[in-house]
């Protein structure tokens, strides 16, 4: 890509954009994304991006639609100014879930969204462990899914959790994300069969484990945590069944309502969670970076290489 690298970060996670430019060496642009007295997103680019190859760092997490907003504003900034390509690195991607009619005269929000940031002027997406492969196809322009496994993976044999472990996925969704991780390490891997009580507080009951967990440690792995719910029941479950203690991990910490406090007041022993949302602070969580990450597959981008050959052992 000929243009000039530059980057450009909405309010979401400043901490990830400022560590993604400098895994880089590349300043975020001088922009201002600030609110106009009546609260309306104000979006003001205070340098030139006429043929600049430029990317936008914004998680659309909590509050959901104002980060969205921002990020739709910033892009429609970017498109009026003459970049020659935008692309949307959207590290946590909010409304994923809602991906399907489940039930009659409800929307499919996360194709709607991905109509919104096509429309905003978006030619690429990049984005990280999306609950479900399918949602590219939302998208009519190029997506960069990363996938989460190796970077687990990864951790879990530096910090000597690989060992009589069994890899666990908390609900059926879960069971591609767990297995890869699982192969990667040689480790069995096991799935509860989760039912939801209720969408709307979150309460969830974990019914059967399908594997073999006794005497194991038992490391959950699963794409988002909101309530906390769907990993507390299956805690409870999993040391019903033998495990001999539990830990979880997650690419996206939300953390709603009092996730963290019920996470404390539990027997997890640890919950690793990535910073595509800045991570709340807690004895028991553990925050990985996925700075490096996104800085080497953005550069990959901008030189237009192969993405997968970061990757090499898919
Ligand atoms: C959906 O099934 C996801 O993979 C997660 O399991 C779910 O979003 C977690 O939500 P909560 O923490 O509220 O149970």
Known sequence: MGGELKLVAGNSNPALAEEISACLGVPLCDAEVGRFPDGEINVHIKETVRGADVFVIQSTSPPVNEHLME??????????????????????????????????????????????????????????????????????IPVDNLRIDPIFADYFSQE?????????????????????????????????????????????????VIGEVKGRRA????????TGGTILAATDLLQECGAREVYAAFSHGIFAADAVQRIEQSSLRGVIVTNTIPPPVSPKLIHISVGKLFAD??????????????????
Do not use: C, W
């Open 71 to 140: 990020l739709l504003l910033i892009i429609d900034a970017l498109r009026r100014a003459s970049a020659s390509r935008i692309t949307a690195v959207i590290p946590y991607y909010g409304y994923s879930r809602q991906d399907r009619k489940h039930i009659g005269r409800v929307p499919i929000s996360a194709k709607l969204v991905a109509n919104f940031i096509e429309t905003a002027g978006a030619n690429r997406v990049l984005t990280l462990d999306l609950p479900a492969g399918q949602l590219q196809g939302f998208f009519d």
């Open 219 to 226: 490391i959950m792995v699963d794409d988002i945590i909101s």
């Open 160 to 208: 000597g959790l690989a060992q009589d472990s069994v890899i666990v996925a908390p609900d059926v969704g879960a069971a591609r994300r767990a297995s890869g991780v699982a192969e990667r390490l040689g480790l069995p891997y096991a799935i509860v069969e989760k039912a939801r009580v209720s969408d709307k507080t979150g309460q969830v009951e974990a019914r059967h």
């Open 297 to 314: 597959i953005i550069e990959r981008i901008h030189e237009d290489q192969s993405v997968s050959k970061l990757f090499p052992h898919y």
